[in-house]
T-cell receptor, first 111, second 115 residues
Framework: KAGVTQTPRYLIKTRGQQVTLSCSPI?????VSWYQQTPGQGLQFLFE?????QRNKGNFPGRFSGRQFSNSRSEMNVSTLELGDSALYLC???WGTGELFFGEGSRLTVL | AQSVSQHNHHVILSEAASLELGCNYS??????LFWYVQYPGQHLQLLLK??????LVKGIKGFEAEFIKSKFSFNLRKPSVQWSDTAEYFC?????????????FGAGTRLTVKP
């Protein structure tokens, strides 16, 4: 059974640009969550999607957005990038038990 | 708002020493509790989980955790650590009154085990 797949794995952007990250959940998982991981801050919850609907949102500015498609794949977008957005962005999926299965993450560097 | 606190930012132990990492969460109610581990260069993996029943749960690699409801705690323990346990450990809580998957994580504890 394939795990959670995130693309791209690494990317470098400059301030003011925008970025789109993609996540393919484990087959059968309908819930996808996104987290931002930075040193010392741990994992900060961004949002969670289920059946193409955003059910939860963390405390991030509106520059951070996401969506989920009918096949449960999800994307997140960050517009007008700032230096502080440099982080590892993690996607996790679950079929409902609450146990999250994580991808390897997309490491974003903003210059 | 819901929050999860991990007491130790960085723990350094020698091999064979015992380990206990603290985790506390806010609010009561029904909770699902987890410990995840992130080995260097690898993705987050589940160590153990508690949903209900026996408050002492056993996970992989000899880890265990105890849920103490009155203290809102879910501390992770291992009697004898190995060098291969060097990793970052995250406590996570999913509040069940919220049927959505809104899992909150602590800031993590970096464990360094010296050979």
């Amino acid at each position: 059974k394939a795990g959670v797949t995130q693309t791209p794995r690494y990317l470098i952007k400059t301030r003011g640009q925008q970025v789109t990250l993609s996540c393919s959940p484990i087959s059968g998982h309908r819930s996808v969550s996104w987290y931002q991981q930075t040193p010392g801050q741990g994992l900060q919850f961004l949002f969670e999607y289920f059946s193409e609907t955003q059910r939860n949102k963390g405390n991030f500015p509106g520059r951070f957005s996401g969506r989920q498609f009918s096949n449960s794949r999800s994307e997140m977008n960050v517009s007008t990038l700032e230096l502080g957005d440099s982080a590892l962005y993690l996607c996790a999926s679950t079929w409902g038990t609450g146990e999250l299965f994580f991808g390897e993450g997309s490491r974003l560097t903003v210059l | 708002a819901q929050s999860v606190s991990q007491h130790n930012h960085h723990v350094i132990l020698s091999e064979a020493a015992s380990l206990e990492l603290g985790c506390n969460y806010s609010y009561g109610g029904t909770v699902n509790l987890f410990w995840y581990v992130q080995y260097p260069g690898q993705h987050l993996q589940l160590l153990l989980k508690y949903f209900s029943g026996d408050p002492l749960v056993k996970g992989i690699k000899g880890f265990e955790a105890e849920f103490i409801k009155s203290k809102f705690s879910f501390n992770l323990r291992k009697p004898s650590v190995q060098w291969s346990d060097t990793a970052e450990y995250f406590c996570a809580v999913n509040w069940s009154w919220n049927n959505n998957n809104d899992m909150r994580f602590g800031a993590g504890t970096r464990l360094t085990v010296k050979p």
